[in-house]
């Protein structure tokens, strides 16, 4: 009785070790949390300036946008890939990953000169009145380039964690492939789903130098606090970037939550 009361060795070590990497979080939040907390008029002066706001809505609308396109084409994909064994996956998984690599200018540059007012598929839309330069349009499609290996590459493990043969079996039955996939495949992987699009809007409204790139304007947070750096200083940005700290842990640590409670859910059926 005593001994199962004893924390597992291994855990503690791997705990101890990991933890480093906590650590090292939790006191970067803590450089900025504490000065903020301190200065609490200052802080909530920032957080109901107007620019502010319309700064962090634009940031979240747009981070939202970009996952609800990944949810709509990158599910598809990593489906595809997840029951595609032929040489093209590694091509097309190549050409996914390309981003995680890339500084990020140099991904900012490449969407600028696919979408601007003269690129390959800016052109013709800005013939017909869309625009990428400077719009809304233009953040989004950053936001979608960047973070799109984070969703794809998780919803895809996910799908390759479905046995094959479950669609096989609905197959036998009369269900068609959509069918196969609608009501086996993607609710076995929901759980990874969440978790892709938690990273990727992560991802997406974090992102800055691929986004001033084709977009300084309308301004995201992340622009808007390199903005306030130059001009007003460390305070200013400081509590902006608090700001934007106090939102995105409530939002991850909500979505997390409802992602393990759902795994959880999961396991029991």
């Known amino acids: ?63 939202c946008s970009a996952v609800l396109f990944l949810l709509l084409c990158g599910t598809p994909l990593a489906y595809a890939l997840s029951r595609t064994t032929s040489r093209w996956r590694s091509v097309a998984e190549s050409l996914l990953d390309l981003p995680l690599a890339l500084p990020h200018t140099v991904a900012g540059l490449m969407v600028y000169l696919l979408f601007m007012s003269r690129g390959l598929i ?12 400077d719009a809304f349009l233009g953040i989004v499609m ?7 290996p984070y969703y794809v590459n998780t919803v895809r493990e996910g799908f390759e964690r479905v046995p094959v043969h479950l669609e096989y079996v609905a197959r036998t039955l009369g269900a068609t492939e959509f069918a196969a996939f609608r009501f086996i495949a993607l609710p076995l992987c929901s759980r990874h789903i969440w978790s892709g699009a938690l990273l990727a809007w992560g991802r997406a409204v974090g992102e800055f130098a691929a986004v001033i790139m084709i977009a300084y304007f309308p301004e995201v947070i992340s622009a808007l606090m390199y903005q306030r750096f130059s001009t007003g200083g460390i305070a200013e940005s400081r509590s902006i970037a608090f700001i934007m700290i106090v939102v995105c842990l ?6 997390r939550t409802m992602t393990r409670t759902r795994g959880e859910n999961d396991d029991h059926h």
């Open 1 to 63: 009785m005593i001994r199962s009361c004893l924390p597992n060795p291994f855990i503690f070590v791997s705990w101890l070790l990991g933890g480093v990497i906590v650590l090292v979080s939790g006191l970067a939040l803590m450089v900025i949390a504490v000065p903020e907390l301190a200065d609490l008029p200052h802080l909530t002066a920032i957080a109901l300036d107007g620019r502010v706001i319309e700064s962090l809505s634009l940031t979240f609308a747009a981070g």
């Open 122 to 133: 800016g052109g013709p839309l800005a013939q017909a009145g869309i625009f990428f330069e």
């Open 142 to 148: 950053a936001m979608i380039f960047v973070s799109s």
């Open 250 to 255: 409530v939002v991850f640590f909500t979505l």
